[in-house]
Structures are given as C-alpha cells and as structure tokens.
C-alpha cells in the first residue's frame, strides 16, 4: 500500500475483508465462501465494484462494497478518509 500516492489495498482473510490505508486496517465481515479477491473494477469515493472466487463457484462473482457507512459506523469521518484514495488494488497477504 503506498499512502502517499493515493493507493489503498483490499484483501480477505477468513470471514473477513481487510480495507487498509493510511496507517488504518478496517475488516469488516464477509461470507464464509469468500476465498479471495480477483480485481477490483472500479472505485468511487467509498464504492467499490470487484470481481471475487467463491468456493462453489466456477466463475468470478462481481460484488459490491460500500466503506460509508462501515466507516461511518466505525466513527471515521468517511469524507476526509476517502478523499485521498486514487485507486484500490487488491493485496494477497
């Protein structure tokens, strides 16, 4: 992940989706049958559009996320976290 140039990560690990930047790992939690994210296809401020493998399923899924209101529930002033996000790629940690 390299803040400086704007870049955050997504990843999964067990039930659970791991959104990293700036210093700042927010999981939030995700079907069982996640095995991992493939790409991601597009982000907009807090939304995410991203192709996943499911286990059981042969092909990609595309699955969307909205960080708002996790953040938001989270106590983080989604706005000022997002904006210097430039672009998401996916990490497999």
Known sequence: ???ASGCAC???E???SIFSFD???IRFRTPRALRRYLS???WDNGYLVV???YKGVDAPVEEYIDLVPILTNLY???DRFLAPI???VVSYE
């Open 86 to 88: 430039k672009k998401v």
């Open 51 to 53: 192709d996943a493998e």
């Open 23 to 25: 210093g700042h790992s």
């Open 40 to 42: 991601i296809k597009e």
């Open 14 to 16: 067990g039930p659970y």
């Open 76 to 78: 983080f002033d989604a």
């Open 10 to 12: 997504l990843s999964s």
């Open 1 to 3: 992940m390299n803040e």
